[in-house]
């Protein structure tokens, strides 16, 4: 059973940059797409990146495309979320996911994942 660990979060200023990392257990990362979800308070939880087998494509958000970029490492089963140009309204609890799927529509989509980890925080000051 797929499990994730989120980490990297912290406290910035506008402008700045962070880097989130998602370490997999229970299972081999390289069997499953992968995506960073988020979700900010009195929110729902929304899509912000998901990545394909063996890096062959990805997708962002409208919202954090050019400042946020996706990668992996199937090596060390771990997923990473380079964010840059960091704005107030990046603030939010983000987490990592894993699913079987990757939809022709290029969407991530939530209800596709599973081995939801606990989250990490990030928050943006202004």
């Known amino acids: 059973q797929v499990q994730v660990v989120e980490s990297g979060g912290g406290l910035v200023e506008a402008g700045g940059s962070l880097k989130l990392s998602c370490t997999v257990s229970?299972?081999?990362?390289?069997?499953?797409?992968m995506g960073w979800f988020r979700q900010a308070p009195a929110k729902g939880r929304e899509p912000v990146s998901c990545?394909?087998?063996?890096?062959?494509?990805?997708i962002y958000a409208d919202s954090v495309k050019g400042r946020f970029t996706i990668a992996r490492d199937d090596r060390k089963n771990t997923l990473y979320l380079q964010m840059n140009s960091l704005e107030p309204e990046d603030t939010a609890m983000y987490y990592c996911?894993?699913?079987?799927?990757?939809?022709?529509?290029?969407?991530?989509?939530?209800?596709?994942?599973?081995?939801w980890g606990r989250g990490t925080q990030v928050t943006v000051s202004s």
């Open positions: 229970g299972s081999t990362m390289g069997d499953f797409v």
């Open positions: 990545i394909t087998w063996q890096s062959r494509s990805t």
């Open positions: 996911a894993a699913s079987r799927l990757w939809r022709s529509s290029r969407r991530c989509v939530e209800d596709d994942y599973i081995g």
